[in-house]
């Protein structure tokens, strides 16, 4: 060991790590929107204060400390839509609440059963409208409940069906506008108002139902599927991405491999 070194440990290899994790997961959440921008003047300030405190520059410093001393109830107010976003994103990567967990931690199996969705009628219809060019956003719940989302449109509480789906999304049906909510093979509710994404790197020429669909998924662990009244080009969305122009067989692939899971009821 070279001499007047300080030594280096596991715990500081491993704290390191960690803050440079919990920073590119902050990166990421901010990539692309107006908080990035607040972010860097929050630094700018902070970096302000201590050079103006290191050359006892005693009026500058104390504004910029004034700033910095209110610093952290100003980032909760103004990171609060990425500090829920963070949480609930961690939340539902390290759920331990509920009976599920349990059963699976002590390996019981007495109630987990294959979930069964059926693809075939959310695809058919989704096939149909790109057809008509019918306008469509539909999302399928995952492991976070979404009653905020629910509470905003129609209970319908109904098992689904491809002439259903496409009854809801007719154009002069009063519940055609908005998103409709699926769990499972139930359709829980339409005209949904759904939050808009604010990521500036969103291609303009999306509309706001592709718009609401990369909003909805960068909050919560759902998966969005958007027929484009314009083109019909059929589009799903999972974490905050997009992918657009699929097929109806793409489509059921994609379908299949992220809902059919097991379950637990």
Request: proline share 3%.
């Amino acid at each position: 060991m070279i001499q007047g070194l300080p030594q280096i440990h596991f715990t500081d290899v491993l704290d390191i790590l960690l803050v440079a994790f919990l920073f590119y997961q902050i990166y990421k959440l901010m990539r692309g929107t107006n908080v990035i921008r607040i972010f860097w003047a929050i630094v700018v300030i902070y970096l302000g204060w201590l050079v103006t405190s290191r050359f006892n520059m005693r009026f500058t410093s104390e504004i910029l400390g004034q700033f910095v001393n209110i610093g952290f109830l100003a980032l909760i107010i103004v990171f609060q839509p990425e500090i829920r976003h963070f949480l609930l994103l961690v939340g539902t990567k390290t759920q331990i609440g509920g009976s599920s967990f349990w059963k699976r931690l002590f390996f019981w199996k007495g109630n987990m059963h294959s979930s069964a969705i059926n693809m075939e009628p959310f695809v058919q219809a989704c096939m149909h409208m790109s057809q008509q060019k019918v306008g469509a956003l539909m999302i399928f719940v995952r492991k976070n409940a979404v009653d905020e989302i629910v509470s905003t449109g129609e209970r319908i509480n109904a098992r689904a069906s491809s002439a259903l789906i496409e009854t809801l999304f007719f154009k002069n049906s009063p519940l055609h506008d908005g998103a409709v909510i699926v769990r499972g093979n139930e359709i829980v509710a339409a005209r949904c108002i759904l939050p808009v994404s604010s990521n500036n790197d969103i291609d303009p020429s999306l509309g706001l139902r592709h718009r609401s669909a990369i909003g909805m998924t960068e909050q919560n662990d759902s998966i969005a599927v958007v027929v484009s009244e314009e083109t019909g080009a059929i589009s799903y969305a999972e974490g905050g991405v997009i992918r657009h122009g699929v097929s109806p067989l793409e489509l059921r692939q994609f379908l299949d491999a992220s809902l059919s899971q097991t379950i637990a009821h």
